[in-house]
């Protein structure tokens, strides 16, 4: 499965910006958003079951970003609002071999290309 991932960009702290991730083919497994910032490691930020019915997020994102799917386009969005500075980093979309939502990095088998996104104060 490849990943594409698209949407980054430059925003002022409290504007929003809308991510996409498009795969090459149809998967019924979970698939997930992660970020890296500047110097850190890479973080889990959302992730979504294969039915789009169960999600989880990152404590600091809980109420601003939103994950969803869109599985007859092959699709993942990751729609974030009142974006801030600690925000900012390369995000990545990535698809698991499992049914299951799961937040371990090391269960995320295809990873896309990362987009950045950058939100200044």
């Known amino acids: 499965v490849q990943l594409q991932a698209c949407g980054g960009g430059l925003v002022q702290a409290g504007g929003s910006l809308r991510l996409s991730c498009a795969a090459s083919?149809?998967?019924?497994?979970?698939r997930g958003w992660f970020r890296q910032p500047p110097g850190k490691e890479r973080e889990f930020v959302a992730g979504i079951n294969w039915s789009g019915g169960e999600t989880y997020y990152l404590d600091s994102v809980k109420g601003r970003f939103t994950i969803s799917r869109d599985n007859a386009k092959n699709t993942m969005y990751l729609q974030m609002n009142s974006l801030k500075p600690e925000d900012t980093a390369v995000y990545y979309c990535?698809?698991?071999?499992?049914?299951?939502?799961?937040?371990?990095?090391?269960?995320?088998?295809?990873w896309g290309q990362g987009t950045q996104v950058t939100v200044s104060s």
């Open positions: 990535a698809a698991t071999s499992k049914v299951g939502l799961t937040t371990r990095l090391s269960d995320y088998k295809y």
């Open positions: 083919e149809r998967t019924v497994t979970s």
